[in-house]
């Protein structure tokens, strides 16, 4: 059974990690960036409310993201495990996290953090391209991540959960080191 949290500043790989393990492992990929965008495609109450804030890089009340987290962890494929992309983002999203994955007794996540230097995230970020990745608005992501999201390092090495993964070097090496890292995690439990 595998529940993983990727945590890690924008451009750190999550999103491209994510998905590849969740392929590998057939289970859900949980971006709540994605859930974001879709909804702001399809211009939902929720992608309207959403918008002003992911325009300018800034995080998506709490209250919002977690009811949105709440219905997709409570949907049945969420039953043999999941990876979670972007969620949670500050202290209180994790306080919440935690309070829901008891009720709905899902069990033993692991939290992955992907460590890259600053100036590879910015490039990375530059050539990414997303509607969202101007310099400006990168900039202002990196300082939330940095106020708001950065916390969650030690919040989660102080409920051992955390794996620290060197998110600098090839998507492939990347896949191995977290690979290895909850099969050592799973063997040592
Ligand atoms: P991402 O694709 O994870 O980089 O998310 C894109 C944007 O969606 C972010 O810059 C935020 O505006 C918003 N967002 C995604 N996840 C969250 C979250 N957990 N809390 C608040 N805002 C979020």
Same mark, same amino acid.
């Given at each position: 059974?595998?529940?993983?949290?990727?945590? @890690? &500043? +924008?451009?750190?790989?999550?999103?491209? %990690?994510?998905?590849?393990?969740?392929?590998?492992?057939?289970? +859900?990929?949980?971006?709540?960036?994605?859930?974001?965008?879709?909804? $702001?495609?399809?211009?939902? +109450?929720?992608?309207?409310?959403?918008?002003?804030?992911?325009?300018? @890089?800034? $995080?998506?009340?709490?209250?919002?993201?977690?009811?949105?987290?709440?219905?997709? !962890?409570?949907? &049945?494929?969420?039953? %043999?495990?999941?990876? $979670?992309?972007?969620? +949670?983002?500050?202290?209180?999203?994790?306080?919440?996290?935690?309070?829901?994955?008891?009720?709905?007794?899902?069990?033993?996540?692991?939290?992955?953090? !992907?460590?890259?230097?600053?100036?590879?995230?910015?490039?990375?970020? =530059?050539?990414?391209?997303?509607?969202?990745?101007?310099?400006?608005?990168?900039?202002?992501?990196?300082?939330?991540?940095?106020?708001?999201?950065?916390?969650? *390092?030690?919040?989660? /090495?102080?409920?051992?959960? =955390?794996?620290? /993964?060197?998110?600098? %070097?090839?998507?492939?090496? #990347?896949?191995?080191?977290?690979?290895?890292? *909850?099969?050592?995690?799973?063997?040592? #439990?």
């Amino acid at each position: 059974m595998t529940r993983l949290i990727f945590l @890690g &500043p +924008p451009g750190a790989g999550k999103g491209t %990690q994510a998905k590849a393990l969740a392929a590998h492992w057939q289970i +859900p990929h949980i971006s709540t960036g994605d859930i974001l965008r879709q909804a $702001l495609l399809e211009q939902t +109450p929720l992608g309207i409310k959403a918008q002003s804030y992911m325009d300018k @890089g800034e $995080l998506v009340p709490d209250h919002l993201v977690q009811q949105m987290v709440e219905e997709r !962890l409570t949907q &049945p494929d969420t039953e %043999q495990g999941w990876i $979670l992309d972007g969620f +949670p983002r500050t202290v209180q999203q994790a306080a919440f996290l935690e309070t829901l994955l008891q009720k709905l007794e899902h069990q033993g996540e692991k939290v992955v953090n !992907l460590d890259v230097p600053d100036e590879v995230v910015v490039g990375r970020l =530059l050539e990414r391209g997303r509607q969202d990745d101007t310099e400006e608005v990168i900039r202002r992501r990196l300082e939330v991540y940095r106020s708001e999201t950065a916390p969650l *390092i030690d919040y989660y /090495i102080g409920k051992q959960k =955390l794996l620290v /993964i060197n998110g600098n %070097q090839s998507l492939e090496e #990347v896949t191995v080191e977290i690979n290895r890292a *909850i099969a050592h995690r799973e063997s040592a #439990v």
